[in-house]
């Protein structure tokens, strides 16, 4: 595709709080996978090399890295006030959802229907979030050194279990490097 | 909810917040000393069904915490547990992000953010996996994740289509 994509649009501060509350709300098996799904494809804020590099930087900080991503992009639209503004959204709709879970659990422990319920929306949210993964590596387009550091990086942490701060800390500086070859070569 | 219980939780997750590189969840078997070994807050099967309560509802993933600071001191115990466990570090991602919008444009900040993003897709499919391990017990979970996976990856359609479709096919068979 060649065409330029139209202008992309800048987000209010309660379209923050809003989209980020629905992120929240649909986020099973995390929020990751959705957030991308939401800003990158339905609302357009960001394109996928930028939130991306905005989920990295996010991992290497300390902290749920879903949070530290939602703070970054908060400040970047709305500096202070959207750095409240997208983490409130994010946290607000499951945490009300997951006090009345925990009601509902401590009355009713486990019920089968439930669980049945749980294991099928389960399975399609792994799906959901590995699609995402191949989404964006097709889109993102890795030269040949990139891909192989999130390949070891999906292996490490994915087969082999690896506690993350080792994955994330040990496999920075070969990203770094893999970007700097990229970006002097032609 | 006494005081002593509220500087426990401050305290406590605070500390494991702090040193969760790679998210919150990196840091379980850390929780599972604190909240099992050190204090005795419940056994470690209760911790188990907690975990994979919070993992089957959405949000992040980090609100298991909310949990744990709900079985020990209701909703205001919730609310303690969940801003020690995201309060400090959100106030250190902020002001990465003003440090990060003052040097913008700067080659070598640049290059640092293309390297990290092969380690968060690489992430993202890695807890895809651990996610389709832990559901994977006959092939018809299996056969809903890959279906799952190609109709995210090759459509744009929403993927609340598949989750319906997963909670209905779990209902029926599972």
Redesign the interface.
């Known amino acids: 595709m060649t065409q330029d994509p139209p202008p992309r649009p800048v987000p209010t501060l309660a379209d923050l709080f809003l989209t980020y509350g629905k992120i929240?709300?649909?986020?099973?098996?995390?929020?990751?996978?959705?957030a991308r799904?939401v800003l990158v494809?339905e609302k357009r804020w960001l394109t996928d090399?930028e939130y991306?590099?905005t989920?990295?930087?996010?991992?290497?900080?300390?902290?749920?890295?879903?949070?530290?991503a939602a703070?970054?992009v908060g400040?970047?639209f709305h500096g202070?006030a959207g750095?409240i503004a997208a983490?409130a959204g994010?946290?607000g709709?499951?945490?009300i959802?997951?006090?009345g879970?925990?009601m509902l659990?401590d009355a009713y422990g486990?019920l089968p229907?439930m669980r049945?319920?749980?294991?099928?929306?389960?399975?399609?949210?792994?799906?959901?979030?590995?699609?995402?993964?191949?989404?964006?590596?097709?889109k993102?387009k890795?030269p040949p050194a990139?891909?192989a550091?999130?390949?070891?990086?999906?292996v490490?942490?994915?087969?082999f279990?690896l506690?993350?701060?080792y994955?994330?800390?040990g496999?920075?500086p070969?990203?770094?490097?893999?970007?700097?070859r990229?970006?002097r070569a032609p | 909810m006494s005081a002593a219980l509220f500087w426990q939780l401050v305290l406590g997750f605070g500390a494991i917040s702090l040193v969760s590189v790679g998210g919150g969840i990196a840091v379980l078997p850390e929780m599972h000393r604190l909240v099992v070994e050190v204090h005795g807050w419940m056994d470690s099967g209760d911790f188990a069904r907690r975990f994979a309560l919070a993992q089957a509802a959405p949000g992040p993933n980090v609100l298991v915490v909310g949990l744990f600071g709900w079985h020990v001191g209701g909703v205001p115990g919730m609310l303690t547990a969940v801003l020690a466990m995201t309060l400090p570090t959100s106030l250190l991602a902020f002001g990465f992000s003003r440090l990060r919008a003052r040097l913008a444009g700067r080659l070598w900040l640049k290059t640092i953010e293309r390297g990290l993003v092969p380690i968060a897709v690489g992430l993202i499919a890695a807890s895809g996996f651990i996610l389709a391990r832990g559901t994977a017990e006959w092939w018809l979970p299996v056969a809903i994740t890959a279906a799952s996976t190609l109709f995210v990856w090759r459509t744009d359609h929403s993927p609340l289509w598949v989750l319906g479709a997963g909670a209905v096919l779990g209902l029926a068979f599972l």
């Not at chain 1, 709300?25 to 959705?34: K, S, V």
């Not at chain 1, 049945?116 to 097709?138: H, I, N, Q």
């Open positions: 929240g709300l649909i986020g099973f098996g995390g929020i990751n996978a959705w799904r494809e090399q991306a590099e989920l990295g930087l996010g991992q290497v900080l300390p902290g749920p890295n879903a949070l530290n703070i970054m400040d970047r202070t750095a983490p994010m946290f709709g499951p945490l959802l997951l006090a879970l925990a659990y486990e229907t049945a319920v749980l294991a099928g929306v389960g399975a399609a949210a792994a799906g959901m979030v590995l699609g995402t993964a191949a989404k964006m590596t097709e993102l890795p990139l891909l550091v999130g390949l070891v990086a999906f490490a942490a994915g087969l279990r506690p993350l701060p994955t994330v800390l496999l920075a070969f990203g770094i490097w893999a970007a700097s990229a970006r």
